[in-house]
């Protein structure tokens, strides 16, 4: 058995050494809505009271304890929603790629999403997920990204040939002015597998194609069709998004038509 004087050199030098808890941060950031999940923080230590943390580092830790409170469903303003079988998760993945986005079915026959949501390598196949929640869908379209049309000049992409729904979105051709009260759909995170609905408003537009609205949206929401409140008229498709707000690319039917030709 170690004498006294050895149990009290190991408890005097347990003493001397910093409680180090591990603490798992949950701090993601916007990044624009088109980006894929966020990997999970490093892990930082607290120490206790006899080695206190430089003055900055104890107020990165009060800001990323605030976004853990505030950063989870919800932070975005997002309102979970029923599933919707015009509206669909795009998912694809290939060699150390991987992604997802939103996506819609328009009235005359296309499915449309951002442009960027589309696979690096176009071999690369883009699952349609329609009408998905938590690993139910209604319809599931898998196709390579060569059989999308890019829209030049805007974050535009979209997949014709479908026959149309009366049911789909109606891509409208009046403009919208600042102001104007609008619906974001999406597939969002962290609640990727679920849908949700973001109000928000235009405020501003940049010429005829691009619009600034006033909310932030989550990651996944690229693609997500921009409506007018309460109605399936589209005005816009999401494009990015950072904090101080959101932007999406005007489609009007006539240039969906066009682009499908």
């Known amino acids: 058995m170690p004498s006294c004087s050895c149990i009290k050199d190991r408890k005097a030098r347990y003493a001397a050494k910093p409680a180090q808890i591990p603490?798992?941060?949950?701090c993601p950031l916007t990044r624009g809505s088109?980006?894929?999940?966020?990997?999970?923080?490093?892990?930082?230590?607290?120490?206790?009271?006899?080695?206190?943390?430089?003055?900055?580092?104890?107020?990165?830790?009060?800001?990323?304890?605030?976004?853990?409170?505030?950063?989870?469903?919800?932070?975005?303003?997002?309102t979970r929603i029923p599933p919707d079988p015009r509206i669909a998760r795009l998912n694809h993945a290939g060699f150390k790629t991987r992604g997802y986005c939103t996506g819609f079915a328009t009235r005359d026959g296309q499915v449309v999403t951002a442009a960027h949501c589309l696979p690096k390598v176009r071999t690369d196949t883009v699952h349609i997920l329609l009408g998905y929640e938590t690993g139910r869908l209604e319809q599931h379209i898998r196709t390579p990204a060569t059989s999308y049309r890019?829209?030049?000049?805007?974050?535009?992409?979209?997949?014709?040939?479908?026959?149309?729904?009366?049911?789909?979105?109606?891509?409208?051709?009046?403009?919208?002015?600042?102001g104007t009260r609008v619906e974001v759909q999406g597939y969002g995170a962290p609640r990727a597998h679920a849908l949700q609905k973001t109000a928000c408003s235009v405020q501003s537009m940049s010429g005829e194609t691009l619009m600034r609205l006033d909310c932030p949206l989550p990651p996944g929401t690229s693609g997500a069709p921009v409506t007018l409140t309460g109605s399936r008229d589209v005005i816009g498709i999401v494009s990015a998004s950072s904090?101080?707000?959101s932007f999406a690319y005007r489609l009007s039917a006539d240039k969906a038509a066009h682009l499908c030709k």
């Open 34 to 78: 088109h980006m894929t999940d966020c990997p999970g923080n490093k892990a930082i230590r607290f120490l206790n009271t006899a080695r206190l943390a430089p003055p900055a580092v104890r107020r990165l830790v009060l800001v990323c304890m605030a976004l853990i409170l505030v950063g989870g469903p919800g932070a975005w303003g997002e």
């Open 23 to 26: 603490f798992k941060l949950a």
């Open 243 to 245: 904090a101080a707000g």
């Open 150 to 178: 890019i829209m030049k000049g805007r974050d535009i992409a979209a997949l014709c040939g479908f026959e149309g729904d009366p049911d789909g979105f109606r891509l409208t051709d009046a403009p919208p002015t600042p």
